[in-house]
């Protein structure tokens, strides 16, 4: 266990600096990035989120998410949408210019993954994604019991 924890850990600081570059070409803050991400997982599946999913998702105030958002959408990296069949209910969804940037920087960085990841059985891989996604949870119960109570 310490040495997949270990491995995970330098996974993780690998993954950041490399997104900080990205960040930085793009004036984005770390709380924009984890946005973006969350956006772009709601555009890509077809299930857009709405801003007060994305605060629950950031653990940020309603207030918050707003201000982010709105800082997203006056650059240009995402749109608001009104629910067709809820019009109460308005989504954020990546721009299209800023979904072609974001595969540009992160679509040859999958291929280098999909290429290191050829030496591992589709079983493998899955059991791993498993255990990831347990260990994830786990991470996300540890936070969501240790945040600040408002």
Request: glycine share 6%.
């Amino acid at each position: 266990m310490s040495e997949l924890i270990d491995a995970l850990r330098t996974y993780n600081v690998e993954s950041d600096v490399f997104i900080d570059g990205f960040a930085r070409a793009h004036s984005l803050g770390r709380s924009d990035l984890n946005a973006i991400m969350w956006i772009s997982v709601g555009s890509g599946s077809g299930e857009p989120i709405t801003v007060g999913e994305l605060a629950q998702r950031l653990r940020l105030s309603p207030a918050a998410a707003t201000a982010l958002v709105d800082r997203l959408e006056n650059v240009g990296h995402v749109r608001r949408y009104r629910d067709p069949s809820d019009r109460r209910r308005v989504t954020v969804q990546m721009s299209e210019t800023a979904m072609r940037v974001a595969q540009a920087f992160f679509v040859p960085l999958g291929g280098r993954m999909h290429e290191a990841a050829e030496q591992f059985t589709p079983e493998e891989l899955a059991r791993t994604a498993q255990i990831v996604r347990t260990l994830t949870a786990a991470v996300t119960a540890a936070a969501q019991r240790e945040a600040p109570r408002g």
